[in-house]
T-cell receptor, first 114, second 114 residues
Framework: DAKTTQPPSMDCAEGRAANLPCNHS???????VYWYRQIHSQGPQYIIH???NNETNEMASLIITEDRKSSTLILPHATLRDTAVYYC???????????????FGKGTKLSVKP | ETGVTQTPRHLVMGMTNKKSLKCEQH?????MYWYKQSAKKPLELMFV???????ENNSVPSRFSPECPNSSHLFLHLHTLQPEDSALYLC?????????????FGEGSRLTVL
């Protein structure tokens, strides 16, 4: 069962901020929000994850609402190379191996245009 | 370059052939995964190996046979496949415990079954 809802596609102008929304209204208290992206013909790439506080790294920022029912991934200055499918995943803290599975949905296809 | 290398990148095989996909990771991780990505479908987890032991098998048909001889190598042996098995097969690795559990993916092996 899908735990997240994302728009199927979005466009963004090169150099502008790309704001990708994700709804996860049934998120549990111990579940994190993970973001991955998949550039065409490549494997998915980890971007960022968070629990309740906003997070920032060299790739992106993650803004989680106070009720934790939705979040937004922000790419501050989108480039053509950011064109990809972006996946929002909700999961309990995932440390790999026998801890289970990160379930990828259909994601949002972001097209960055010149 | 993610540190996870998959070969071959492309494979065409008949339904009676036997072939193998190979994955090698140079990251010192102790967990490895096989995912399947069919056209217009989400990623599906197939197998998980943690410390060279298979810890998850997601009801995958026996015509797919994984092998993990050591923590750096993972194989997917293929035999008597069906055309519907044509897909992108992705290998991933992670450090099993102690950090975010970020998945590192290879670029995938594109399989076509005739």
């Amino acid at each position: 069962d899908a735990k997240t809802t994302q728009p199927p596609s979005m466009d963004c102008a090169e150099g502008r901020a790309a704001n990708l929304p994700c709804n996860h209204s049934t998120i549990s208290g111990n579940e994190y929000v993970y973001w991955y992206r998949q550039i065409h013909s490549q494997g998915p790439q980890y971007i960022i994850h968070g629990l309740k506080n906003n997070e920032t790294n060299e790739m992106a920022s993650l803004i989680i609402t106070e009720d934790r029912k939705s979040s937004t991934l922000i790419l501050p200055h989108a480039t053509l190379r950011d064109t990809a499918v972006y996946y929002c995943i909700v999961s309990r803290l995932w440390t790999g191996g026998s801890q289970g599975n990160l379930i990828f949905g259909k994601g949002t296809k972001l097209s960055v245009k010149p | 370059e993610t540190g996870v290398t998959q070969t071959p990148r492309h494979l065409v095989m008949g339904m009676t052939n036997k072939k193998s996909l190979k994955c090698e990771q140079h990251l010192g991780h102790n967990a490895m995964y096989w995912y399947k990505q069919s056209a217009k479908k989400p990623l599906e987890l197939m197998f998980v190996y943690s410390l060279e032991e298979r810890v998850e098998n997601n009801s995958v048909p026996s015509r797919f046979s994984p092998e993990c001889p050591n923590s750096s190598h993972l194989f997917l042996h293929l035999h008597t496949l069906q055309p519907e098995d044509s897909a992108l097969y992705l290998c991933a690795s992670s450090q099993g415990t102690g950090n975010t559990g970020e998945l590192f993916f290879g670029e995938g092996s594109r399989l076509t079954v005739l």
